[in-house]
């Protein structure tokens, strides 16, 4: 009996230490989830936070289209404001959406009236290729023109790039699937946003080209074959900046790739802080309509 009683004792500290660790773990499973919500919780009151603060600068910035002193002041710097008690802050900062070539340019047919942009966005992923080692660049380029492949009748329209646009993220999709196929790690040093534009191309391709004056200091090494340090050390945009940059260099343009005039659409981003951590959203501002409206979670204070 002393033995059977010993086993049953055994056993019941058994279920015990199982029940016991079954509690811990499911405390632990739960104090993970509450952490989880709780941040869950924080993450959506930003974002409903970030929805009132585009709605309120929407009505301003709408007022602001055209307004080129009002851009160059973004264009130059980010811009800060705060309320008056202290309590609020932010900091919008914006960029022309034309800064540099854009994607869609690859979609065009090389021997119709535009084909100069089609080589022009060539010439830039070749002259990436050279620079960072790209294994199939042609591979590459065909990946991104087959994305958003169109019939025959529809590339004769003079509409058809508003046909398969892709979005930045939708690229990455492209150039992760071309990493995984040809191992090329080298690719992922590329920082795709110095060189193109990821949002449709204006209408009117024959305005829709690069603002120069507002280009990246990469686009600019890249396509004069210039030392990128010296240019970003030396490079400030702004208003005229392009054609007196260059011309101090010796250097020259085109102006069927280059427009020297003020940008029309922009893209910003604003950064503010909801329970001491600091959150982001993204939109555009085209034809005087602010819109695609992003949110980019928490940010780097």
Known sequence: MVETKKVRNGFALLITLAVLAAVIALLGVMSGYLERAHRDSD?????????????????????QHGNESFYSVAYASPIPFASKDGTFSLTLSCAPIDRGVNIHWLFLPIERKYGYLKEAALETMTKLAETYGIVDTERLIRMIETYAEVDEDTKKSRHYLKDGIISYEQFREIVETYIRENDDREIERIRWRDYFVFYPPEENLSIGR?????????????????DAEEVKENWTPAKGAFEAFLSSHGLGYDKKIFSETFPKRSVCEVDFVYKETMYGFRFAEIEGEVRDFEFLGETKQ
């Open 43 to 63: 993450k959506n009151g930003a974002l409903i936070q970030a929805r009132l603060l585009f709605e309120d600068i929407r009505g301003i910035l709408e007022k």
């Open 210 to 226: 690069i603002h120069g004056d507002f280009a990246s200091a990469e686009l600019i090494a890249l396509w004069f074959d210039m």
